[in-house]
């Protein structure tokens, strides 16, 4: 199937275009052709890494025309463990309530370095207690400061992110997501069935940068545009790149082609991040659409 691309996209970028998406070898199998799913009832737990999903992720399920699409609920806590969701008080917890009520169809949290992690665990037995369909997505996100503290490649600065070895930064996130697969393999196998499930945000991130260092990211040069600060706080692109990859766990559809807001973003840029988005999630056979061999 063709691509289609925005008459006010020039022939330069149309090339550049057709180039980077081949360099991926896949046919691009846009939303539109596949059966539009019903909407999920979504519960988003989270640091700053992961707490602008919510708001990308209802923007992409208009443009997909999904049907019965609802925010449940948010619940923030910044630079948090999973577990500090599960030990907020309870007049101020939103999570438990909505998980005991049956609100909730997609319930996700983002991981913090320290795994495994209790809060992990407790929400999913409590989740599945009350709604034995619930799947729980938690987020691999990118690595703080680019990778642990002591190694070779840690930052101090944002702009030391431009001098960052794309293995390097590959290695740590390869690192935290195998612990993380190791508490979902533990989980499910508990459970008797597959309901925790990875978003490999990380991993399409390590992407970007590697595609931004190769000089195949239109409008950006350096992998310190990409952030704000050497934590790893981010601008539009990277923040777009996580949410289209949330939308794909949760929907298990492709977002090539799906026209949003492009703030930060023009649409050559989108369309890449969308493709990224779709090949690291659906190849990724923790985040539930690939199979996973036992």
Request: charged share 20%; aromatic share 8%.
């Amino acid at each position: 199937m063709q691509f289609a691309v925005p008459c006010d996209v020039s022939r330069r970028a149309l090339l550049r275009s057709a180039a980077v998406l081949a360099i991926f070898g896949c046919s691009i199998a846009v939303s539109e052709d596949a059966k539009t799913p019903a909407g999920q009832r979504v519960f988003y737990t989270g640091h700053s890494f992961h707490m602008f999903v919510p708001s990308q992720v209802d923007q992409l399920v208009k443009a997909a025309n999904i049907q019965g699409h609802k925010l449940a609920g948010t619940q923030g806590i910044g630079g948090s463990r999973v577990i500090q969701h599960w030990d907020l008080a309870d007049d101020k917890n939103k999570a438990k309530p909505a998980l005991i009520g049956g609100e909730v169809d997609v319930f996700t949290m983002a991981a913090h370095l320290a795994i495994p992690d209790q809060g992990i665990t407790n929400f999913t037995e409590l989740g599945l207690k009350h709604n034995p369909n619930l799947r729980l997505l938690v987020q691999e996100s990118w690595y703080p400061f680019d990778v642990p503290r002591g190694t070779a490649g840690y930052i101090t600065n944002n702009a030391q992110r431009d001098d960052a070895k794309i293995s390097d930064l590959q290695a740590a996130v390869d690192d935290w997501r195998k612990k993380l697969e190791s508490q979902a393999d533990d989980l499910n196998k508990t459970h008797g069935k597959r309901a925790v499930f990875i978003v490999p945000a990380g991993d399409a991130v390590v992407k970007l940068r590697a595609m931004v260092v190769d000089g195949k990211f239109p409008g950006v040069t350096k992998q310190s545009e990409l952030f704000t600060d050497p934590i790893g706080h981010c601008h539009a692109h990277v923040q777009a790149l996580a949410s289209y990859c949330n939308y794909v766990a949760i929907y298990r559809v492709s977002p090539v082609g799906l026209k949003v807001p492009r703030s930060g973003r023009n649409e050559e840029q989108h369309a890449i991040l969308q493709q990224i988005a779709w090949e690291t999630v659906s190849k990724y056979p923790y985040a539930g659409i690939a199979a996973k061999s036992e």
